[in-house]
């Protein structure tokens, strides 16, 4: 019976795997039927057009540029501001704690449709009220970035923060003691540290910006970003060239988690190696 | 802060703050004072703004009331205003979208914390990452090829001659509710994985010797020990589907509207800023009230929801 | 090359809690001094103040001569290791060793022929490559104490960095501690709650109890001659008697307990209450008939043999336990249990004492 109930729950495992995984095939696949309706029913034929049509699309291009700068810019900010603010948390105690901290996390649980529509409306108002032209108080694809910061910059906050719990500030103290000074003591001890959880951070940050939609759609002005490039290819007249589209940030996504996951496992055997070492070392030791 | 002037030093303290301080201030707290005090605002012609009649008003709240229509909630037949329908409907549906998550995500967990050979759950993980990070619209686009009418699944169906000829699979909010899940159940899978890998196996085990039958043990032992992880996941699924404009918008049918929906019409297509900012301070508030009454529920902390 | 260290009427208090009261003491140049107590007892507190990572609330520290108020820890010719040593898990090992170079800004070439000078006096010299997470306890050790020595400090201050050590290492480890400190010359000030390391391996030992020093000085005087019973018990073990004194005269005076008068050294902090007698173990001494003086009647409980000495533990008439010490040289008699013997001691070796000196 035991046995059944394992058997039966490795079953729905694979099944559930294959529900997640068989639409995106789907999705892929139709990428290379000759129809004009992206689909793989009625299959008329093998063919790399829809590839050659995104080639040529111009608007797909434009709104990838922009994606791209977006994403950059986002990530960058919310690195900067979810490492300073994990560092700030993790410095203070008490209420002034439970209390920035429930601040930062409950960005988190905002629709994103509140963000985008609260950004907006404040900096077209401080625009406004101060009778700027400046582009930063109009709407654009800025206010998305700042936008898109708000909640994002909370999941790095988060990250750093649980990197920085694991940090023995003795290494601090020993570096102040040889000498080095606040900036020092920042660069070389607790930025490299930190810098594995930054990094994934920023990739995290990446991401989220990319496939953001809501708070783009409200702050975006007239820009275009991919996301809502294929949103609107999806509602209006669509063929497949978003499907050549989702099929080759799939193959893109894919590689980059096969080849973070090979890093990661060739940093653990050398680890593990090193600990090795120092358990002959210490046999050694035991010997004299 | 004493604190951080011995290790960091005057200037790199003040930096700090000052980062997290325009965080806080600038693109969270003062962006939802805005939106509140926009949405008690009259819309008006810009010659007007400042004017005599720009005077707080409760008039954009009060239009989720105007345009009443007849229809039928769950077999009673009522009389209501479309707006409120509308409200109703999608938090209905999110509760529903969260639930089936998690009866989805429940065994999926349960088989990744203790069962499964650790050796095989990078894998696992690492087939579970892909969808995740296919972006919220490609995921949504894949479902509408899917449930199209004639379709793939309409195709397999016929010549597996369950049906005689192609369902119209997105009616009502049937496309909603699928593509919601799909999108997602992710967001409840991670954080019940993490509550249940931190339970200790020899628990179950002394159930079992105890002479638990299995439903009993998941009863008494995981389910209560994954409550912190469950809530979790419970307040992202449905924060995630309440909020969401992609999903009802590409998987949406004739019949079905969402509120961001509702939200984003006054915004672009009646240009009414105020009543927009009236109607997502609305969607905001009620996204406060599942995530206080889950807390509730769970007896869990803020701090224990976001991991 | 070395420096002195003065504390003056230093105090360190933490909220309400004084944690180091009153500390006076002065530390010559060159000398391995340590500072010996339980937990809590403030000699942590003390060298994070010698530090700079703490201000003193009252006092004075110098080094050197110099005020060290207002100087922080990168500005002080002090290094400091730490009790998990505290090593820089991502810096090769030559870079952790050459790291107080690198930020005086001094070019990679010197940096790594000085790493390298003090891995081989260290006795590790394949080692500069090497990842922290390579070596063993020992080793680390080793080059905590390089990275230290790298910044040429007037002043090592070493917070307990042996007790993650196993016994055998510890005791290697002790050795070649005292060697560093003799070549180098640097001062070393030590922090430890073992006497046996501090014992061995320091010039002069500064006992604390409670935020107080209770006394400061040679390892021998200190076991021999403790100022008071808390060190006396801290450093070893006692047979100890209760009652008053009597009679005091030129350094010596009586002691009226339960086993009538007793002689011994009179303490010079020996006023007021709780005044006792400690007599050592292994000045207490068995013998079948009864001696002039200090001699009391007892029995004989248990016999434990520990290897190089056996302790004999005997009982008086009214129940206290006294233990004797016998060398274990083959020439000593081990008595029996249950035979009737008489304890004794010299009165040269018997010191009256008070508790201890409570801070304020």
Redesign the interface.
């Known amino acids: 019976m035991y046995k059944f109930?394992?058997t039966l729950?490795?079953v729905?495992?694979y099944t559930?795997?294959l529900?997640?995984?068989i639409?995106?095939g789907?999705?892929g696949a139709?990428a290379f039927n000759d129809n004009k309706?992206?689909?793989?029913?009625p299959w008329k034929g093998f063919t790399w057009r829809w590839f050659d049509a995104l080639w040529a699309d111009d608007t797909m291009w434009h709104a990838f540029q922009n994606t791209i700068f977006v994403a950059i810019a986002a990530s960058a900010l919310a690195v900067?501001?979810g490492t300073?603010?994990a560092?700030?948390i993790n410095?203070?105690s008490g209420k002034l704690r439970?209390t920035?901290?429930?601040?930062?996390?409950?960005?988190?649980?905002?629709?994103?449709?509140?963000?985008g529509?609260?950004?907006?409306?404040?900096w077209t108002?401080i625009g406004n009220g101060i009778h700027s032209d400046f582009i930063l108080f109009k709407p654009g694809l800025h206010l998305s970035v700042?936008?898109q910061?708000?909640y994002i910059?909370?999941m790095v906050m988060?990250l750093v923060l649980a990197r920085l719990q694991s940090f023995d500030?003795g290494l601090?103290e020993a570096a102040l003691d040889l000498g080095a000074?606040?900036?020092q003591?920042?660069r070389r001890i607790?930025l490299p540290h930190l810098y594995p959880a930054i990094g994934a951070g920023a990739a995290v940050a990446f991401?989220q910006s990319?496939?953001n939609?809501?708070v783009t759609?409200?702050t975006r002005g007239g820009a275009n970003t991919l996301?809502v490039y294929?949103?609107s290819k999806?509602?209006s007249g669509i063929t497949p060239t978003?499907n050549a589209l989702?099929l080759m940030?799939?193959i893109v996504?894919?590689a980059l988690?096969?080849v973070y996951?090979i890093k990661r496992r060739s940093r653990a055997r050398v680890e593990a190696a090193r600990e090795a070492e120092a358990r002959r070392a210490a046999a050694l030791e035991e010997a004299f | 802060?004493g604190?951080?002037f011995?290790?960091?030093?005057k200037?790199?303290t003040f930096?700090?703050?000052l980062?997290?301080a325009?965080?806080?201030l600038?693109?969270?707290?003062?962006?939802?004072v805005?939106?509140l005090e926009?949405s008690f605002r009259p819309l008006l012609p810009v010659t007007e703004i400042g004017g005599p009649n720009d005077q707080y008003t409760f008039a954009n709240y009060l239009k989720v009331f105007n345009g009443s229509i007849d229809t039928t909630l769950m077999g009673i037949p009522v009389h209501i205003p479309v707006h409120v329908l509308t409200f109703t409907l999608t938090l209905f549906y999110s509760v529903v979208v969260t639930l089936l998550c998690f009866v989805?995500a429940y065994?999926?967990s349960?088989?990744?914390a203790k069962?499964?050979s650790p050796k095989s759950l990078?894998t696992?993980f690492?087939?579970?990452?892909?969808?995740l990070?296919?972006?919220?619209?490609?995921?949504?686009?894949?479902?509408?090829?899917?449930l199209?009418l004639?379709?793939?699944l309409s195709?397999l169906l016929v010549w597996l001659h369950l049906i005689d000829q192609p369902i119209r699979w997105i009616s009502g909010y049937n496309g909603v509710l699928i593509g919601l899940v799909?999108t997602y159940v992710l967001f409840m899978i991670f954080p019940v994985y993490n509550a249940m890998s931190s339970l200790d196996s020899n628990q179950i085990e002394a159930a079992e010797d105890l002479g638990s039958p299995?439903w009993r043990t998941h009863l008494r032992i995981v389910l209560p020990h994954c409550k912190p992880g469950i809530a979790s996941g419970a307040?992202m699924v449905f924060?995630l589907s309440?909020?969401?404009?992609?999903v009802p918008?590409?998987l949406g049918s004739t019949t079905s509207q969402w509120f961001?929906q509702t939200?984003?019409q006054w915004?672009f297509d009646a240009l009414d800023?105020n009543t927009?900012?009236a109607y997502?301070?609305l969607?905001?508030l009620m996204?406060?009230l599942f995530?206080s009454l889950v807390m509730r529920l769970f007896r869990v902390k803020?701090?224990d929801?976001?991991? | 090359m070395s420096a002195g260290i003065d504390l003056e009427n230093v105090c360190c208090d933490f909220g309400s809690f004084r944690a180091v009261d009153n500390a006076n003491v002065s530390i010559e140049p060159g000398e391995f001094f340590s500072f010996l107590g339980p937990s809590g007892c403030g000699k942590t507190t003390i060298l994070r103040m010698i530090s700079g990572?703490i201000e003193p609330t009252h006092g004075q520290i110098r080094i050197g001569g110099m005020d060290m108020r207002g100087q922080r820890p990168n500005q002080r010719p002090t290094a400091l290791i730490f009790q998990n040593l505290a090593l820089f898990p991502l810096m090769s090992i030559w870079e952790n060793i050459s790291f107080g170079l690198e930020v005086r800004g001094v070019d990679k070439k010197t940096r790594r022929a000085k790493a390298q000078a003090l891995l081989d006096m260290v006795d590790l010299p394949d080692a500069a490559d090497k990842m922290v997470s390579q070596l063993s306890g020992g080793q680390k050790q080793r080059v905590a104490i390089a990275r230290a020595l790298a910044v040429e400090p007037k002043v090592m201050l070493l917070d307990e960095p042996l007790s993650a050590l196993d016994l055998k290492l510890r005791q290697h480890m002790r050795a070649e501690l005292r060697t560093i400190q003799k070549r180098t010359g640097v001062t070393f000030i030590y922090i430890t709650h073992d006497q046996g390391e501090a014992l061995a391996m320091s010039d002069r030992v500064g006992v604390m109890s409670q935020g107080r020093i209770q006394q400061v000085a040679n390892p021998r005087d200190i076991y021999n001659n403790p100022v008071n019973g808390f060190v006396a018990a801290f450093v070893g073990e006692n047979n100890i008697f209760t009652g008053s004194v009597a009679n005091p005269s030129g350094g010596m005076a009586g002691f009226d307990t339960a086993f009538g008068r007793l002689n011994a050294r009179l303490g010079e902090q020996a006023k007021g209450d709780n005044i006792k007698l400690y007599v050592r173990p292994e000045h207490t001494i068995l013998t079948e008939t009864a001696g002039s003086e200090n001699t009391i009647p007892v029995t004989v409980s248990e016999v434990s043999f520990e290897g190089a000495f056996i302790a004999v533990h005997a009982k008086t008439e009214n129940g206290q336990t006294l233990v004797a010490e016998v060398r274990n040289d083959g020439s000593a008699t081990v008595p029996s249990i249950g035979a009737k013997r008489f304890a004794s001691f010299n009165a040269a070796h018997a010191s009256i004492l008070p508790d201890a000196s409570k801070g304020a």
Not at chain 1, 37 to 41: C, E, L, R
Not at chain 1, 101 to 113: D, N, V
Not at chain 2, 135 to 145: H, Q
Request: net charge positive; hydrophobic share 65%.
């Open positions: 109930r394992q729950a490795r729905y495992a559930f795997i529900y997640l995984l639409p995106l789907i999705m139709a309706t992206p689909s793989i029913v900067l501001v300073s603010a560092i700030l410095s203070i439970t920035l901290y429930g601040l930062m996390i409950s960005t988190l649980l905002i629709p994103g449709a509140v963000i529509i609260s950004t907006m409306i404040m108002k700042l936008g910061v708000s910059a909370a988060l500030e601090e000074s606040h900036n003591v920042m607790l991401f990319i496939e939609y809501n759609q409200f996301t294929v949103f999806v509602r978003i989702a940030l799939m996504t894919l988690a096969v996951e | 802060m604190d951080m011995r290790r960091y030093g200037s790199a930096i700090i703050c980062i997290t325009f965080w806080l600038m693109l969270v707290i003062l962006p939802n805005t939106l926009s989805l065994p999926l349960y088989f990744m069962i499964i990078p696992m690492l087939l579970l990452f892909v969808p990070w296919v972006s919220e619209v490609l995921r949504a686009f894949a479902w509408w090829i899917i199209a004639k379709g793939p195709s799909y299995w307040v924060m309440a909020g969401s404009l992609l918008t590409i961001t939200i984003q915004m800023w927009a900012a997502a301070f969607l905001l996204c406060t995530v803020l701090a929801i976001a991991k | 990572f």
